[in-house]
């Protein structure tokens, strides 16, 4: 048996039903969550704080107590700083504070103030912008425009953001598998996979991400490995003891192919993905992944923080849903991407590879259709780790986990960001998320000049 938890077995492990923390990084579950109804413990409460109000690493994605860790996510996790850099391009406003009471629709079908039913589910901080200008912001629940917030998978499309620079260099090609740069992914289930296919979650590999069974690779392996997920033991392993010690070690050595489907011919969303796509950053720039990010996007937004971004268990950055910043810093990121690659007057992304995520094919849409996890949603399309809506109006998103979403719309000339410690991981098929995406839909309609 590889070692993976510290000497913890599998009996002592299944004595836990229930407390393992799943992998903090998925966009989507594959079970259905139903958000709980709110409860008035607090978290933190306290100096120090009462027992049952303690966050830990093992409860930090239970809500109430995600409340206060996702907007302090460094001290769960272990995390490395992405250093802002330059003068601040200041977001002044907010010039329409009225905005907070659009009416909507609640979760009744009802026409309700936004502010109301962002509020309601369990929004932390929400920000509008259109251009260049701050049109609405409001924070809940303690929340601030200066706290860090963790993005979860919102981290893909900074991800893809970064490596598009890679591509407009010509230092990669898209159709080339993954191994032709990363030796170590050679007879994994990588190597018959193309890049397009990895930015695409159209790999088709033997790995599920599973909430249920103890004894998957997921649970015993990668969720330890990634440090964004709790087992007993697993912070303690040492890496002599460990065949799977951090996330590069499962990548290459336990992901294999599944046989019984063709790469590219299905939208199978898989966090590893974006491990690859960060090992191939690293490696083929010949940088650490926080400082790619620094150095060429976030040094270049005029962001008023620095960000983090949370490590696994060998200290490399949990590229598929680590990053933290402000909602004005996200905002900013949003921004540049809205604008085609362009913020404060440089070029910082090729607009080629911006443009390049609303250029979806028809097995794009395809694939996303057939996937009966989200044929009762509003995405038609998932292409280079963002979310697609409408590509005629370049609406999309980048999302993470518990309700983080950037949102674009470039038809309204806007940008909306807003962070959550919703209880339900899953967006899909969760009336908390889906209704706080359709208020975004609407008010970005509202909007259009």
């Known amino acids: 048996m590889l070692a ?116 309601d589910n369990y929004t932390d901080g929400m920000v509008v912008v259109q251009a260049d200008e701050l049109l609405y912001e409001n924070y809940f629940n303690g929340f601030s425009a200066h706290a860090q917030h963790i993005w979860f998978s919102m981290s893909k499309s900074l991800a893809s953001a970064a490596f598009g620079i890679l591509v407009a260099e010509g230092k990669v090609n898209l159709q080339d598998s993954p191994a032709k740069y990363i030796p170590e992914l050679k007879g994994s289930g990588f190597e018959r996979v193309t890049i397009q296919q990895v930015l695409d979650h159209a790999t088709s590999l033997d790995f599920h991400e599973t909430y249920t069974d103890l004894d998957s690779d997921f649970a015993r392996y990668y969720a330890p490995a990634l440090n964004l997920g709790w087992m007993p033991g697993a912070a303690d392993v040492q890496p002599q003891n460990a065949e799977i010690y951090g996330v590069h070690d499962f990548l290459g050595r336990f992901i294999k192919p599944d046989l019984q489907r063709v790469p590219g011919d299905n939208f199978d969303y898989n966090s590893s993905n974006a491990d690859v796509l960060g090992w191939l950053i690293s490696r083929i720039s010949g940088q650490p992944f926080q400082d790619y990010i620094q150095q060429h996007i976030w040094s270049k937004l005029g962001a008023e923080h620095d960000g983090f971004i949370a490590v696994d268990r060998a200290y490399m950055p949990a590229v598929t849903g680590g990053m933290n910043s402000t909602t004005r810093d996200a905002a900013r990121f949003g921004m540049m991407i809205r604008d085609r690659g362009s913020f404060n007057g440089q070029q910082v992304l090729p607009a080629s590879w911006v443009d390049a995520t609303l250029d979806v094919t028809d097995k794009l849409r395809n694939n996303m259709a057939v996937n009966p996890k989200y044929q009762e949603e509003s995405w038609t399309a998932y292409h280079n780790m963002w979310w697609l809506l409408d590509t005629d109006a370049g609406e999309y998103c980048a999302v993470g986990i518990h309700g983080q979403v950037i949102y674009i719309n470039l038809k309204a000339d806007t940008v909306m960001v807003w962070f959550s410690s919703q209880p339900g991981a899953s967006s899909a098929k969760n009336k908390n998320f889906r209704v706080k995406l359709n208020a975004a839909r609407a008010l970005a309609g509202s909007l259009v000049k």
């Open 4 to 119: 993976s938890t510290g000497g913890i077995n599998m009996e002592n492990i299944q004595k836990i039903v229930g407390n393992i923390v799943a992998l903090g990084c998925l966009a989507v579950s594959q079970v259905v969550n139903s958000a709980p109804e709110k409860e008035a413990l607090e978290p933190m409460l306290g100096i120090p704080p009462a027992r049952e109000s303690q966050v830990t690493m093992q409860n930090y994605r239970e809500y109430p107590m995600s409340r206060w860790a996702f907007r302090n996510a460094g001290a769960p996790l272990r995390t490395v700083v992405i250093p802002r850099e330059g003068k601040i391009v200041e977001l002044l406003g907010p010039t329409k504070p009225e905005l907070g009471q659009f009416l909507v629709g609640d979760l009744n079908g009802e026409q309700a103030p936004l502010d109301s039913v962002f509020a």
